[in-house]
T-cell receptor, first 109, second 118 residues
Framework: GQNIDQPTEMTATEGAIVQINCTYQ??????LFWYQQHAGEAPTFLSY??LDGLEEKGRFSSFLSRSKGYSYLLLKELQMKDSASYLC??????????WGAGTKLIIKP | GAVVSQHPSRVICKSGTSVKIECRSL??????MFWYRQFPKQSLMLMAT?????????EQGVEKDKFLINHASLTLSTLTVTSAHPEDSSFYIC??????????????FGPGTRLLVL
């Protein structure tokens, strides 16, 4: 079967760095997405990785290792507004998105 | 960036009534749109893929006669929840891929519709 695993919840301190991991097993691979979802809102796109390596975009970076079926989202200089759920999703060989359950990130002052 | 709108944002209805949710791509044409449902503290669940000019493709376990999808134009898809029941209360979200985004096509989501069936 296909599955995406990511931690249910993480806590970090304002100004610090946090890494949210995602491992996946899917039938085929056409890219991995990270989305941010604030409570009661729809997800918003953060990043897309299809090749191995690190993609940096401001305070957020996303890493992919296809051989390991592994990705992480790195958030630097955490701000209170970063408190949200972070969803990992993989596009399989049928171009369907397989979604992880999301990681709820709690930022403390 | 690309914009996907949804209407209404929130709806409360009585059990047994039907509710229509509209999803529009405002500045691009979307031949394919997706309808998701999300229950509290759970991930997104794909319900169906809406294809312009043809029948929607439903995921396993989703009743196509209960969740009617119409994709009448390249900018509009509608989801009608027929004879809604309290267990249909959920957050419904539509999305569309925006082609030609360079480094991978990205999926943009509508703001979602929160349905409460009493």
């Amino acid at each position: 079967g296909q599955n995406i695993d990511q931690p249910t919840e993480m806590t970090a301190t304002e100004g610090a760095i946090v890494q949210i991991n995602c491992t996946y097993q899917t039938s085929g691979f056409n890219g991995l997405f990270w989305y941010q979802q604030h409570a009661g809102e729809a997800p918003t796109f953060l990043s897309y990785n299809v090749l191995d390596g690190l993609e940096e975009k401001g305070r957020f970076s996303s890493f992919l290792s296809r051989s390991k079926g592994y990705s992480y989202l790195l958030l630097k200089e955490l701000q209170m507004k970063d408190s949200a759920s972070y969803l990992c999703a993989v596009m399989d060989s049928n171009y369907q998105l397989i979604w992880g359950a999301g990681t709820k990130l709690i930022i403390k002052p | 960036g690309a914009v996907v709108s949804q209407h209404p944002s929130r709806v409360i209805c009585k059990s047994g009534t039907s509710v229509k949710i509209e999803c529009r791509s405002l500045d691009f044409q979307a031949t394919t749109m997706f309808w998701y449902r999300q229950f509290p503290k759970q991930s997104l669940m794909l319900m169906a893929t809406s294809n312009e000019g043809s029948k929607a493709t439903y995921e396993q376990g989703v009743e196509k006669d209960k969740f009617l999808i119409n994709h009448a134009s390249l900018t509009l898809s509608t989801l009608t929840v027929t004879s809604a029941h309290p267990e249909d209360s959920s957050f419904y979200i539509c999305s569309a891929f925006v082609p030609g985004q360079g480094a991978g096509e990205t999926q943009y989501f509508g703001p979602g519709t929160r349905l409460l069936v009493l």
